[in-house]
């Protein structure tokens, strides 16, 4: 494993940064904030800044939400034909560009620019699938019970809505929210995290292309979130607010949006579990577990957080995924052969480094890894650590880092109980080859998801979301697009 290399940002790179638009997208015209301010973006493996963008005031917020009412009554009305088209002409623009989006999101967040090209692609997949949604919104008309009317229900867009993403995957989190709202018909104010505003700039220049009507999509970049999206959340004319990023943000979020009764979709942390029964193949088991855990960098709300292993098979497991741990070249990920880019800032690895000496002060063994990387940017080392005892942080808590501490089990029993014991509830992964066991612990396990002998879940034609504390809503799929509908109900005299 290698230490990071400190490079200077190359010509390529300034050129795909410089090419993305730096101010606020509002009613159609991209402008700057009131006042001129402007906030840094900063390359995790450098600390370099890469650009300045758009500090948009409280009043530019309210313009925005202005913008987005305005534009409701004509985009709700639209043929859904028009929106399906608009979606999968930015799917075609979002593909064609993504040797330089894929750059552009590297550089912003860190992770390998293979990984964000997956990213790319898994956001577009949103913008197709919703393209092909848009023309299939439905009603039904039944007799009632007691035959003596008929039952008719129809969809209608939300209206206004306010979508709110997280820095760790900048483009994907926002082609969940936005396909489904365009495809409702629902227009909307969209805020991504201070740290990776970029890409969310660049999808948004590419719906304009694609034929978004002024108005129909604003957004706005800021340093105080809370400032400027507070006064939205509270206002009249925001219908709906749909969220992803931590569980304490969502809980203020939420307490905001009871003020108008805002509908709310909350996608929060995880912590999920990661299960190897005894008669797992480990060697798949072990694949998969790269993959959830590495994925991101470990950043992500479906990173496996902790591995629950059958005592017959552990160390043969944990003795695997130490190898391949160890093995995996850390660096800054625009460059060949990196597989692991840096955490995303200096407060996130010391975060991970202060939950891994915990571990270690309580008595889990350290088998590779184990600390920051020295130099510039912020990185850390992959790391496993075995015997991970109950009192550890990091079984409670969301790591957002590439640590997996490993712990075991002797009966099914009890590895449903580590599984369910956490305030989380998003994904767990499952690996056994026992088709019973398998349906009997899917039941069981309290998430909204479950990896069944795989390590990846996203898909965009499958309901992501959690339950408990991991929040409420489901994004992609038919479901994705039911949270930007209402449901009304006519009951005929027929
Ligand atoms: P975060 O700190 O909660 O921020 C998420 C977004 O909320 C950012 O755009 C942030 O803006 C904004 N924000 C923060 N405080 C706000 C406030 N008071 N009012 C309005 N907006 C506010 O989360 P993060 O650190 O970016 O993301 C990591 C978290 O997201 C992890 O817990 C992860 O599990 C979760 N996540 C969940 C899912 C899922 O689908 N369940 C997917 C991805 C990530 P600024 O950053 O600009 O302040």
Redesign the pocket.
């Known amino acids: 494993m290698l230490g990071p290399m400190a490079t200077t940002v190359s010509s390529t790179e300034a050129s795909v940064v410089d090419r993305v638009p730096k101010g606020l997208f509002i009613g159609g015209t991209w402008r700057d904030a009131t006042g001129g301010g402007t906030l840094d973006v900063l390359d995790p493996s450098t600390g370099d800044v890469l650009a300045a963008v758009a500090d948009a005031t409280p009043e530019d917020a309210m313009d925005a939400l202005g913008a987005a009412h305005a534009a409701f009554p004509e985009w709700k009305d639209s043929a859904p034909r028009a929106r399906a088209n608009i979606l999968s002409a930015a799917h075609d623009l979002l593909t064609e560009r993504i040797d330089e989006l894929a750059l552009l999101m590297t550089l912003e967040m860190g992770k390998t620019v293979a990984e964000s090209r997956g990213e790319i692609t898994y956001a577009a997949n949103f913008l197709r699938w919703y393209a092909e949604e848009a023309v299939r919104i439905d009603g039904r008309y039944t007799r009632n019970e007691a035959g003596t009317g008929r039952v008719l229900t129809l969809r209608q867009p939300v209206g206004p809505c306010l979508l ?6 900048p483009m994907a ?1 926002g082609t969940r929210k936005i396909a489904p709202a365009i495809a409702a018909g629902c227009t909307m104010v969209v ?5 990776t505003p970029l890409s969310m700039l660049a999808l948004a220049q590419i719906l304009e292309q694609a034929g978004v009507p002024g108005g129909v999509l604003n957004l706005i970049t ?2 105080s ?2 400032k400027v ?2 006064p939205l959340i509270e206002d009249p004319r925001a219908r709906k607010l749909s ?8 809980r ?2 939420i307490e905001q949006a009871a003020k108008q009764v805002l509908r709310v979709s909350m ?4 912590n999920a579990p990661f299960l190897v029964f005894g008669d797992a193949d480990v060697a798949a088991a072990v694949d998969g577990a790269v993959i959830a855990k590495m994925r991101n960098i470990g950043e ?2 479906t990173s496996a957080n902790r591995f629950h292993v059958h005592e017959s098979v552990a160390e043969r497991f944990t003795q695997q995924l130490s190898e391949r741990m160890g093995a995996l070249r850390v660096g800054r990920g625009t460059d060949e052969g990196v597989d692991v880019g840096p955490l995303i800032d200096a407060d996130q690895r010391a975060k991970v480094d202060e939950l891994v000496r915990d571990a270690v002060s309580k008595g889990a063994r350290l088998l590779t890894g184990g600390k920051a990387v020295e130099g510039a940017g912020s990185f850390y080392e992959p790391t496993v650590l075995g015997d991970v005892p109950d009192d550890a942080r990091l079984l409670t808590e ?1 790591i ?1 880092g590439p640590v997996a501490p490993v712990t075991t089990f002797a009966t099914d029993k009890e590895a449903i109980e580590a599984a369910n014991r956490t305030a989380f509830g ?1 994904v767990a992964y499952v690996y056994t080859a026992d088709l019973t066991r398998a349906f009997r612990v899917c039941e069981a396990l309290q998430t909204g998801m479950v990896g069944l002998n795989q390590g990846l879940v996203a898909n965009a034609g499958a309901p ?3 339950i408990k504390a ?2 409420f809503g489901r ?1 992609g799929g038919p479901e994705g697009l039911h949270e930007y509908l209402d449901t009304k109900y006519i009951a005929l005299n027929v």
């Open positions: 709110i993403t997280p820095w760790n995957f989190m805020k991504p995290a201070k740290q800021a340093r979130s809370g999206m507070q969220f992803t990023g931590s569980t304490d943000v969502g203020t979020l996608e929060l942390g995880g992500a709300c969301e957002f998003l992501f979301g959690g991991s929040g994004e």
